[in-house]
């Protein structure tokens, strides 16, 4: 198992004199050559000459892998010696929204992508069970990522994602994989529809029965609910009557699953929190069908001091315009009312420009007053191919600092996917899962593209040189 050109690679015969200088003392016995020889999760490493990420800065220091986890307490016996050679090592990037990891389709590829890019959690926040069944022995192990599904989200009739799924996804993303499927197949499958208690007590079962790592509602703006089969153009998207938000949210508690809310307006934003979700799966201005319905988009301060107050995890995704889902642009080009300019024309290229300025200024208010406000934030990305992508665009709108940004992409984004588990940082006890990079991000965050070294639960991993980070 290789470590790339940081690996000092120690022969256990020689231990005693090449570890005199850090105090190191290992006994080249019988057992210990027998261990050199174990599988990599079960070896037991020494990384010496790094640069630890402890929340704040990096410092100097020497962790041990032992078990697959941290420690700084010298083993008894060490089978193999890292020599980082002053570099920078901090915790693995999550991406708290995603829709990538689904079935089998292009899985190798996807999969290696992220390790690429040092994603080592992942969250697909509305995905269709049979599909991401196919792949479970690929996933949630030492040397591949790990993944938290939603399965089907919970909406309510003639609501968003059903006009998505069945008009847009089934013709240019479902059918060129698996064959042709009929208007209405997503139905529990993608989604489920409830639009009283009644249908809540009659789904519950059906819910449960996909064994969900946690929830996904789609929340409705009020005041632009309207009856239509079809989506009212221009204006933000109808889901879960805000009356059931809190039916559904008691109901997934009391079966331990946590709940995360598609919004769009800030009303939206505050009918989910009151409902007692746990997460908001978009901060609002991320989507804004028009310019002039913008401020509808803007929180207020007593909107992030009611997420705080509820302890709500809201996700980025100011990305998520820039990576619609496979073939949104082609829907969007061809199922106009008359209500858009066409497209590419200079009028509809003006506009979707103000459009993006407006968003752009409305995500950075947003995600920076629910931060000065304590509210946790999670990076995610919804459709591009990593975080990385979201986590890039962040730091060039100057939302955070870039150790704040740091923090928010390894902490808590990992807490947010895996909530309770001994990841996000780099402390004694938790999984030893990693990144080694050959700069200071501090200093200059493009430095996250530069990985150099990769270890997830004591396992050094190797990447497919044809998987290139963008």
């Known amino acids: 198992m290789g470590v790339l050109n940081l690996a000092a690679r120690i022969s256990l015969a020689g231990l005693l004199v090449g570890l005199l200088s ?19 999760f079960q070896k037991t490493y020494a990384y010496i000459n790094g640069k630890w990420f402890d929340g704040e800065a990096f410092k100097d220091t020497t962790f041990y892998v032992e078990a697959g986890h941290l420690t700084r307490a010298q083993p008894s016996s060490i089978d193999e010696v890292v020599d980082l050679q002053g570099r920078f090592v901090l915790p693995p990037f999550g991406e708290a929204h995603t829709h990538n990891i689904e079935g089998p389709w292009h899985l190798d590829q996807t999969i290696q992508t992220y390790l690429k890019h040092g994603v080592f959690y992942v969250k697909n926040l509305n995905n269709i069970r049979e599909f991401s069944e196919q792949i479970q022995h690929k996933i949630n192990s030492p040397r591949s990522i790990d993944v938290a599904f939603a399965h089907a989200g919970i909406t309510s009739s003639k609501s968003h994602p059903i006009r998505l799924y069945e008009e847009v996804l089934r013709l240019y993303r479902y ?22 208690r009644q249908d809540l007590d009659h789904t519950w079962p059906k819910i449960l029965s996909g064994k969900p790592d946690f929830l996904k509602i789609y929340v409705g703006h009020g005041s632009h609910r309207e009856s239509s089969t079809q989506a009212v153009e221009q204006q933000f998207r109808r889901g879960l009557h805000p009356s059931l938000i809190s039916s559904v949210v008691s109901r997934a508690h009391e079966h331990g699953l946590r709940v995360s809310a598609h919004v769009e307006t800030a009303e939206d934003f505050r009918q989910a929190v009151l409902g007692g979700v746990d997460e908001i799966a978009h901060v609002p201005g991320w989507y804004i069908p028009h310019v002039d319905l913008a401020q509808e988009t803007v929180l207020r301060k007593q909107d992030a001091d009611l997420a705080r107050q509820h302890n709500v995890t809201v996700v980025s995704t100011t990305v998520a315009g820039a990576f619609p889902p496979a073939g949104h642009h082609t829907h969007a080009q061809t199922s106009s009312h008359g209500h858009e300019p066409h497209a590419g024309t200079p009028h509809q290229e003006a506009h979707m ?27 995610g990305s919804d459709h591009a191919e990593t975080s990385l992508a979201e986590a890039l665009h ?19 984004t990992a ?20 990144l080694v990079l050959a700069g200071d991000p501090i200093r200059d965050f493009q430095q996250v593209r530069q990985i150099t070294l990769r270890v997830k639960q004591g396992v050094p991993l190797s990447i497919e040189p044809h998987v290139h980070a963008h």
């Open 353 to 379: 420009t103000r459009i993006q300025r407006t968003a752009q200024t409305i995500q950075r208010d947003n995600l920076q007053l629910l931060h000065r406000h304590g509210v946790n934030i999670a990076i």
């Open 394 to 412: 962040l730091q060039d709108l100057g939302v955070f600092h870039n150790r704040t940004l740091l923090k928010l992409w390894c902490e808590n």
């Open 22 to 40: 850090i105090t190191i003392a290992v006994h080249a016995t019988a057992l210990d050559f027998e261990k050199s020889s174990l599988p990599s």
């Open 175 to 196: 059918e060129p994989l698996i064959g042709k499927k009929k208007r209405g197949w997503f139905k529990d499958r993608a989604y489920f529809v409830i639009d009283s």
């Open 415 to 434: 807490d947010a996917i895996f909530p309770g588990r001994k990841i996000g940082k780099l402390q004694e006890g938790y999984e030893a899962s990693f």
